[in-house]
């Protein structure tokens, strides 16, 4: 598995994540965000929504994993994670000489780091529903930070 603490570490999610390539072992809680970090730095087209979602498909496909209304990839898990990893890059400067590996350790040092963070924002009926899953569904606990 490869530690996410080097920018070239976040750049071979990024890059392996969009064709699909990147071990399964690999696609950790922390990749899911390097994938974001990456995107919105060096591929901004492809954190639109659509895009972004195309990419964690192919790479669940690759990996095996089913996309179904209760495995696999999640709409709204994913849209609040790049809403997060953007406020991050801001957050950071957006500066383009700063290192993601430096705003990804902030990330993961903060709440953001743990997989539950999410919670504090959905409640689990309504994070974890089909049409979540599927679409965009707002927080029904706390809004997402601006």
């Known amino acids: 598995m490869t530690e996410l603490t080097?920018?070239?570490?976040?750049?071979?999610v990024g890059r392996r994540s969009i064709a699909a390539t990147l071990p399964r072992g690999e696609w950790t809680h922390a990749a899911h965000f390097a994938l974001a970090l990456w995107v919105l730095r060096h591929a901004p087209e492809l954190a639109a929504p659509d895009a972004f979602r195309a990419i964690i498909l192919r790479l669940n496909k690759a990996h095996g994993?089913?996309?179904?209304?209760?495995?696999?990839y999640h709409h709204t898990i994913t849209l609040a994670s790049l809403h997060v990893a953007r406020l991050a890059l801001?957050?950071?400067?957006?500066?383009a000489n700063e290192?993601?590996?430096?705003?990804?350790?902030?990330?993961?040092?903060?709440?953001y780091g743990k997989s539950d963070w999410i919670l504090a924002h959905w409640?689990?009926?309504?994070?974890?529903?089909?049409?979540?899953?599927?679409?965009?569904?707002?927080?029904?606990?706390?809004?997402?930070?601006?």
């Open 99 to 111: 290192g993601l590996a430096d705003v990804l350790s902030a990330l993961m040092g903060g709440p």
């Open 65 to 72: 994993t089913a996309n179904t209304d209760s495995s696999g």
């Open 6 to 12: 080097t920018d070239t570490a976040i750049e071979h």
């Open 90 to 95: 801001v957050g950071h400067g957006h500066a």
């Open 123 to 146: 409640s689990k009926d309504r994070l974890f529903s089909v049409a979540a899953r599927r679409d965009w569904v707002p927080p029904d606990l706390a809004p997402l930070p601006e």
